[in-house]
């Protein structure tokens, strides 16, 4: 991407594209060309001024969090997360019931963004929220979100767990590079990641 450009311009370029290909085609009926290309012209102005609210929200939550007792305890603020990365260990059943004693649950991983902050942010090998059903080979986010994305080690994803019955687990290991999910027994102790949502609707 060119970083020269605004991170909305490359999207617009996109809008743009398309409704020209769209206005271009022999089988589209439009009762109000007209209007249509009115509200076409809008467009480039309501994504701007919509990314501008965005952009006024994430700054309302930064000086939010910064009242709240958890930013001298600890967390970090990025994008509408907060994190809280330990100095200690614990087994991820441990780490979990940590996380959920603060409001949060140990981090799920649901973009690059995120993958790349944690990777800039750890030091140790780390508890993410991801791991197995007992007794199954579904891998779930404690949390409850929908695995989108992944950073395995090694592909394909580990489907087994190492004994019968037992849970799998997820480390994040910093030092592996940008692909650095590793299975690990949950019992192991280690250092963990908590996260918060900020966005409304969202723990």
Excluded at 28 to 50: C, G, M, Q, S, V
Excluded at 124 to 136: F, M, Q
């Amino acid at each position: 991407m060119d970083k020269s450009k605004p991170h909305i311009e490359k999207p617009l370029e996109h809008l743009g594209k398309r409704l020209e290909e769209v206005l271009k085609d022999p089988g589209l009926k439009l009762n109000t060309p007209k209007k249509t290309a009115e509200e076409a012209i809008k467009l480039p102005a309501y994504i701007k001024h919509a990314d501008k609210k965005l952009q006024d929200h994430r700054k309302s939550y930064y000086a939010l969090f910064q009242k709240t007792a958890k930013a001298a305890n600890g967390w970090n603020l990025s994008g509408m997360n907060l994190y809280y990365i330990s100095k200690g260990k614990k087994t991820w059943y441990d780490a979990e019931n940590f996380c959920v004693s603060r409001e949060s649950h140990l981090a799920s991983i649901l973009s690059d963004e995120e993958q790349n902050y944690l990777n800039t942010q750890l030091s140790e090998p780390s508890w993410i929220g991801l791991s197995t059903a007992n007794k199954g080979d579904n891998w779930e986010w404690s949390d409850g979100s929908k695995l989108i994305t992944e950073y395995w080690s090694h592909h394909p994803r580990p489907s087994k767990v190492s004994r019968k019955g037992d849970r799998g687990c997820t480390l994040i290991n910093p030092s592996m590079g940008s692909r650095n999910w590793i299975y690990a027994n949950c019992h192991e102790p280690r250092n963990w990641v908590c996260k918060e949502s900020l966005a409304v609707g969202k723990k």
